[in-house]
């Protein structure tokens, strides 16, 4: 099966999240070996989507996606395969005295990967992500949404010019419009150039859409999705606050979900789940919003902690 978390692997989506971390200042680091190698050294080609990576203030290893959980895919290995999966970790110890580790399985069999991180004593915590299930009738997804979005969505339906940018649709203006709408958003900006660029890249290059909403022909609300062609992952948007009343996100994810639906995606990841009441007010907000949209959940196992010999 493949991951559902796919389309933050794609090449164009790599870029992006390697951006993000270079212009980190706090977690400069420098990468041991990359998952490319780490999976020819298997024999699994994209078996692992994670690097081996060495900070460069505190000499800590780590093994992560640009400080974010690496994940496997599920592959079916044979006897040999598995062994030698099932003994990566202890290979790297060989060399390096700890191994700090953030990695996520969402399969429902422990893996080799799995099976060696339980081995050295870490137990996983459990993270639930909202999810959309794309099926192929858009009148039966709408009964799935929450009661108190259908005025919202059918506002933002009505009144907007929805505009989706893809690889046909290419047009810089309009991202730069949305790039400064998310500085206005933030009142700051949050990350790179550079890392703008690669989203712009990911939409050039197919693994990336963008929906816009406009109002009386002025850039109001927008959303980009990375995408492999055959999941899709809520990556990032950004709303005029004025407007917040109206529910202007509302119509951008109903359209993501009209758009993938129409090529034949399977699912959209919308992010995490929040069910704990003790967790930072605005990280419960967004996961409330994103799950009134979610016709599932999905839970995986988070297992990070350090492992040494």
Not at 247 to 268: K, P, R, T
């Amino acid at each position: 099966m493949k991951n559902i978390f796919s389309p933050l692997y794609t090449s164009s989506a790599k870029a992006y999240y390697s951006a993000i971390h270079s212009s980190n200042p706090d977690q400069k680091s420098k990468i041991l070996h990359l998952d490319s190698e780490i999976n020819n050294e298997l024999g699994l080609p994209n078996y692992i989507f994670g690097n081996l990576s060495q900070n460069v203030t505190n000499l800590e290893v780590s093994l992560d996606f640009f400080l974010q959980p690496a994940v496997t895919q599920g592959l079916e290995l044979e006897k040999a395969q598995y062994k030698k999966a099932r003994n990566l970790l202890s290979s790297f110890l060989g060399t390096h005295q700890s191994i700090n580790i953030n990695f996520l399985f969402i399969e429902n069999a422990v893996n080799a990967i799995e099976e060696s991180l339980l081995s050295f004593g870490l137990q996983p915590s459990n993270k639930y992500f909202s999810v959309i299930r794309v099926g192929e009738d858009m009148d039966k997804y709408k009964t799935s949404i929450r009661k108190s979005y259908k005025s919202l969505v059918n506002w933002g339906m009505k009144n907007l010019e929805i505009k989706i940018m893809n690889s046909g649709s290419l047009n810089r203006e309009n991202f730069l419009d949305f790039k400064k709408l998310h500085l206005q958003a933030s009142g700051r900006q949050t990350r790179s150039d550079e890392s703008w660029d690669r989203q712009y890249d990911a939409i050039q290059n197919n693994h990336a859409f963008a929906i816009f909403g406009y109002l009386d022909g002025k850039l109001e609300t927008g959303g980009l999705f990375f995408t492999d062609g055959r999941n899709c992952y809520y990556a990032s948007s950004a709303s005029n606050r004025d407007l917040f009343d109206k529910g202007l996100m509302h119509s951008i994810i109903y359209s993501a979900v009209e758009y993938c639906m129409s090529n034949d995606f399977q699912y959209i990841v919308l992010g995490d789940k929040v069910f704990d009441s003790q967790s930072d007010k605005k990280i419960i907000s967004i996961s409330d919003f994103k799950s009134g949209f979610a016709n599932e959940i999905i839970n995986g196992r988070l297992y990070q902690g350090n492992i040494h010999n």
